[in-house]
């Protein structure tokens, strides 16, 4: 099972950035695909980025042009830089094995969740 540790988040003010990374266990990272959700308070997870083994990615429409998705395989390390950030992009921040996310084919995450990373967007 592919365990997943995410980092970077934080206190920021509205227009500011942050870049999140996630740490993912097993020799085998380079053939997943990897989402990042986020999940705010009283509301479902919800996919915000995805990227395909290969590297296509996908956004939500309301973090397209704002947020990037990375990743690099030697590391075993998926990022998400996250700028423009709003008020409502507060909320915890996982990622996740995620093979059809990244084609546009909505979302089905099938790793252990883990802790997450706060973001927390406020002046």
């Known amino acids: 099972q592919v365990q997943f540790v995410e980092s970077g988040g934080g206190l920021v003010q509205p227009g500011g950035s942050l870049r999140l990374s996630c740490t993912a266990s097993?020799?085998?990272?380079?053939?997943?695909?990897m989402g990042w959700y986020r999940q705010a308070p009283g509301k479902q997870r919800e996919l915000v980025a995805a990227i395909t083994s290969g590297g296509r990615t996908n956004y939500a429409d309301s973090v397209k042009g704002r947020f990037t998705i990375s990743r690099d395989n030697a590391k075993n390390m998926v990022y998400l830089q996250m700028n423009s950030l709003k008020p409502e992009d507060t909320a915890v921040y996982y990622c996740?094995?995620?093979?059809?996310?990244?084609?546009?084919?909505?979302?089905?995450?099938?790793?252990?969740w883990g802790q997450g990373t706060q973001v927390t967007v406020s002046s």
């Open positions: 996740n094995a995620d093979q059809v996310a990244g084609y546009g084919l909505g979302s089905k995450p099938f790793g252990s």
């Open positions: 097993g020799s085998i990272f380079s053939i997943y695909g």
